[in-house]
Nanobody
């Protein structure tokens, strides 16, 4: 069983920065990929960024160049550094782990943390 505990998030003005962190307990294939999804009101949940155990990263087009995902395999943590935030980045952000997000959805999810970007 894998458990995820998110921290960070909050309210920030457009153009500002926030950092989200996620501590993952558990190991195995279901932690091969770690990442973040988000869901805005009235919209579907979407993948924001992911990183594999080997360090391969993937980003949504809308966040490329602004967000950076990193992973500490020794500490079993994943961090999302969000810069140049926009109002449209407002959403609940979920930490997630799985085998590989490109081929199947995550196996485990965090409870979510709210990110609100004001204009």
């Amino acid at each position: 069983q894998v458990q995820l505990q998110e921290s960070g998030g909050g309210l920030v003005q457009a153009g500002g920065s926030l950092t989200l962190s996620c501590a993952v307990s558990g190991s195995g294939r279901s932690t091969n990929t770690m990442g973040w999804y988000r869901q805005a009101p009235g919209k579907q949940r979407e993948m924001v960024a992911s990183v594999t155990r080997g360090g391969a990263t993937d980003y949504a087009e809308s966040v490329k160049g602004r967000f950076n995902i990193s992973r500490d395999n020794a500490k079993n943590t994943v961090t999302l550094q969000m810069n140049s935030l926009r109002v449209e980045d407002t959403a609940v952000y979920y930490c997630a782990t799985g085998v590989w997000f490109k081929i199947e959805p995550p196996d485990y999810w965090g409870q979510g943390t709210q990110v609100t970007v004001s204009s």
